[in-house]
């Protein structure tokens, strides 16, 4: 369950850091079906110490309004899963009047399904506009996620502000290069009464979402990145 834990708050930045109001075509999430998008979490040296699977698998309405269930799966270094059954992590967005919200509670609904896990989840869902360009500023947003695991008991609150585009460019990962609005932001973290603050650099594609998110602690040092490896 700790792993869920980290797994939630881990894909949760990264969502914060793909989402954006767009029609269907521009959306900066997929909006099909079947789509299947792998990416790596690597550490400071780019040595990739875990692996996260997304699989879009319903998808309601279409143009400006549509619900998007998927489910998230949690793999090693090598690309397999971490436990037997493999974990899947239900999540849903949501894109409503041409602007997809990043709405926490909207995006856990399918995890209240689970008994072992009650999570109460509040705060202001995070707003990216369509078409951004450079000197472009973001709303602030911030979410607090507690997590009853019955013997455990978790609370993460996380504040994102700052957000801004800096440029529209090129960017090269191993899934292939996509031209990308660069986006970064300064998210600050606590979790059962330890803070912590890091900078994000993000960039993402149309029909895709983050492709690459570079972590820099507050001194300015890289602690991570995630990459997008694989998608079809």
């Known amino acids: 369950m700790r792993t869920i834990f980290r797994f939630s708050i881990c894909m949760a930045i990264l969502m914060i850091a793909s989402m954006a109001g767009a029609s269907a075509q521009n959306a900066f999430f997929p909006t099909k079906a079947g789509t299947v998008l792998v990416y790596a979490q690597k550490n400071a040296k780019g040595k990739p110490e875990s692996h996260s699977k997304l699989t879009i698998k319903e ?3 279409s143009g400006s309004n549509m619900t998007i269930s998927y489910i998230t799966q949690i793999l090693d270094k090598d690309r397999k899963p971490t436990s037997n059954p493999p974990v899947e992590i239900p999540l849903q967005v949501v894109i409503k009047n041409g602007v997809m919200i990043m709405d926490m509670k909207g995006m856990f609904a399918g995890q209240q399904k689970d008994q072992q896990i009650k999570m109460e989840i509040s705060g202001v869902p995070m707003e990216l506009p369509n078409n951004m360009q450079p000197g ?10 507690s997590m009853d695991m019955g013997i455990m008991k978790l609370k993460t609150t996380m504040k994102m502000t700052g957000g801004k585009c800096l440029a529209i460019e090129n960017v090269t990962v191993s899934a292939g290069t996509f031209t990308c609005p660069k ?3 300064t998210v600050s973290t ?8 890091s900078q994000t650099v ?9 492709v ?5 602690d507050d001194k300015g040092q890289l602690k991570g990145s995630t990459e997008l490896v694989e998608m079809n």
């Open 190 to 197: 606590a979790v059962m009464g330890k803070n912590s603050t």
């Open 183 to 185: 986006i970064t932001q």
């Open 202 to 210: 993000s960039w993402y594609a149309p029909g895709i979402g983050a």
């Open 59 to 61: 998808v309601e309405g």
């Open 136 to 145: 472009q500023t973001l709303k602030d947003a911030d979410v607090t996620m």
């Open 212 to 216: 690459k998110t570079e972590t820099y």
